[in-house]
T-cell receptor
């Protein structure tokens, strides 16, 4: 009964390929996020969706395209992969309807290595 | 713009010693404040958070943090370190109000616990 799950856990691919990472949450949350953690462990938000609507779109190359088919899923598709895309990508979810900030629950991460 | 600074990218303590991880934020209005822990090859787990009310907040695993507005700080402490506390610790802020839930993270502090 994993709360936030990501697949795959590891992804090794060649430059120029297109790949997707999937995220699912079973917490009933209405908001989901993608974060990138670089080699120095710095975490930065990339995207956020609330009820399938994009609400955060940080300065991210348009090779990255999030897709939210429903509230429980937020996938990340990456076109034309580059060496600099190598990182750990974390999905997270939270419930925004409460008046006070609710905890973001994080998935286990997907380690992407671009060769 | 908000920012978070964690002083010391690496902290080493002996088992049983006091743990002190420093976090300072920059924000025109005191934000919501969080500490997350990341164990090796895992996602982030919330340790504690400050939203309103009592400035000393207690979290899981014996950790606590104190919000000091005058010092714009939210340092994390634990009276006695255990070997199992060895992990990466992230301080994060989120703006009050707004509607995006965007978390801004510090650069992280690696806690090493020596026997």
């Amino acid at each position: 009964d994993t709360a936030v799950s990501q697949t795959p856990k590891y992804l090794v691919t060649q430059m120029g390929n297109d790949k997707s990472i999937k995220c699912e949450q079973n917490l009933g949350h209405d908001t989901m996020y993608w974060y990138k953690q670089d080699s120095k462990k710095f975490l930065k938000i990339m995207f956020s969706y609330n009820n399938k609507e994009l609400i955060i779109n940080e300065t991210v190359p348009n090779r990255f395209s999030p897709k939210s088919p429903d509230k429980a899923h937020l996938n990340l598709h990456i076109n034309s992969l580059e060496l600099g895309d190598s990182a750990v990508y974390f999905c997270a979810s939270s419930q925004r309807l409460a008046p006070i900030e609710n905890e973001q629950f994080f998935g286990p991460g997907t380690r992407l290595t671009v060769l | 713009a908000q920012s978070v600074t964690q002083l010391g990218s690496h902290v080493s303590v002996s088992e049983g010693a006091l743990v002190l991880l420093r976090c300072n934020y920059s924000s025109s209005v005191p934000p919501y404040l969080f500490w997350y822990v990341q164990y090796p090859n895992q996602g982030l787990q919330l340790l504690l958070k400050y939203t309103t009310g009592a400035t000393l907040v207690k979290g899981i695993n014996g950790f606590e943090a104190e919000f000091k507005k005058s010092e714009t700080s939210f340092h994390l402490t634990k009276p006695s370190a255990h070997m199992s506390d060895a992990a990466e610790y992230f301080c994060a802020v989120r703006a009050r109000g707004g509607n995006t839930g965007k978390l801004i993270f510090g650069q992280g502090t690696t806690l090493q616990v020596k026997p």
